[in-house]
């Protein structure tokens, strides 16, 4: 299957050169767009790849009401089924922040253990539709986007949130607290299951000490 979050973690800001990173992005950007616009046909691919990547999946209904008001804020990632851009991060977190042109501001963060660094990815999402249906584009690399899709939510407190991705190959479990107790966690890798996900992948993500695989220090 197709990747539709390409290229979403990048070294922390603290670790390399923002300004650098930024010039980076902006001279892809005006390249690509040189590339598209002398050829309509990959155009039209792109386009047929975008929209695939933001798909909702079978059996799987966007919560409704949804008020990103509540929604926005730190969430901390619980369980996931495992991918390559968030392969051995430990202590993910999502911060979602309200822009002034109505999109959300998206930043995800993980400690790698590997290379001893946190790692950083810094995206924008719009709603698929109207903003009271909880189902959205997210967009790291321009121009892929991939779903985002609040399947089940804690309508009271908006202290947990189940989240699938363009395919039932993503899948993810929040909080509002690094830890979830074991209940509700059952409850909703339950309601996982019943939609078709394979749950029996999921992993737990670990939300303490960060610690690196090797004996280098730990970034301050």
Not at 80 to 86: A, C, G, N, P, Q
Not at 165 to 176: C, E, N, Q, V
Not at 208 to 217: F, K, L, R, V
Request: aromatic share 10%; charged share 20%.
């Amino acid at each position: 299957m197709t990747n539709c979050f390409v290229s979403t973690w990048n070294p922390s800001p603290t670790a390399g050169s923002p300004g650098g990173d930024a010039l980076g992005l902006a001279l892809k950007e005006s390249k690509t767009l040189n590339i598209l616009s002398r050829r309509p046909l990959l155009f039209l691919l792109l386009s047929a790849l975008v929209c695939g990547c933001t798909g909702l999946p079978e059996g799987v209904e966007p919560v409704r009401p949804f008020d990103i008001q509540r929604y926005k804020g730190e969430w901390f990632e619980i369980m996931r089924l495992d991918h390559s851009f968030e392969r051995g991060l430990t202590n993910v977190t999502a911060t979602y922040t309200l822009r002034n042109d109505g999109s959300v501001g998206v930043l995800n963060k993980g400690f790698d253990r590997k290379s001893c660094r946190w790692k950083e990815a810094d995206g924008r999402a719009v709603f698929q539709g109207a903003p009271d249906t909880a189902s959205l584009s997210v967009t790291f690399f321009w121009p892929f986007a991939g779903g985002y899709h609040v399947a089940a939510l804690d309508q009271q407190d908006y202290s947990w949130a189940l989240i699938s991705g363009p395919s039932k190959t993503y899948l993810w479990i929040l909080a509002r607290q690094p830890d979830l107790s074991a209940d509700i966690r059952n409850r909703l890798v339950d309601k996982a299951r019943s939609m078709g996900f394979p749950v029996d992948d999921l992993i737990l993500v670990d939300h303490g000490m960060p610690i690196c695989a090797s004996d280098q220090p730990l970034p301050k």
